[in-house]
């Protein structure tokens, strides 16, 4: 291989070098930001949960106390 195609091998793998580190850097980038967006989805969906958890514990006590009442009534009509 002559020097001129050498020299223009290196300088095509060193560009492609360059492109690749800034593609590894872009990529990155993007997963980090994704990676962000969704730890504030997931801050965004734990804090409504928090804040509708009473209600929802609420309505499941009821719904067992309703249960029970209809369990007895039951039992008392058909022995």
Do not use: S
Not at 14 to 26: G, L, M, T, V
Not at 38 to 66: C, D, N, Q, S, Y
Request: charged fraction near 40%; proline fraction near 3%; charge should be positive.
């Amino acid at each position: 291989m002559n020097e001129a195609a050498k020299t223009q091998t290196q300088a095509i793998f060193k560009r492609r070098e360059a492109e690749r580190a800034e593609f590894n850097a872009q990529l990155k980038a993007q997963r980090d930001k994704a990676q962000r967006l969704r730890a504030l989805r997931l801050a965004r969906e734990e804090a409504r949960w928090v804040e509708h958890r009473p209600k929802v514990i609420e309505g499941i006590k009821e719904g067992l106390v309703m249960l029970h009442e209809k369990t007895a009534e039951m039992r008392i009509k058909h022995p």
